[in-house]
């Protein structure tokens, strides 16, 4: 899920329920694609795109 009310974007992990802003999500360079991980769990989360539209 993400929320952009406060100006701010957060996201939170589908995987272990973790929930912060954007920015504390590691970003892992693979193959020339940044993908974002979960920094409690390290869930991989997919590219940024995808991290916005399907986090839960």
């Not at 996201?11 to 694609?33: I, K, M, Y």
Request: glycine share 8%; with cysteine.
């Amino acid at each position: 899920m993400h929320d952009e009310s406060a100006g701010s974007l957060s996201l939170q992990c589908p995987a272990c329920g973790w929930s912060g802003a954007a920015e504390d999500f590691d970003q892992v360079r693979v193959a020339g694609t940044v993908l974002i991980h979960c920094p409690s769990c390290d869930a991989n989360l997919g590219d940024r795109d995808h991290a916005l539209a399907h986090a839960a």
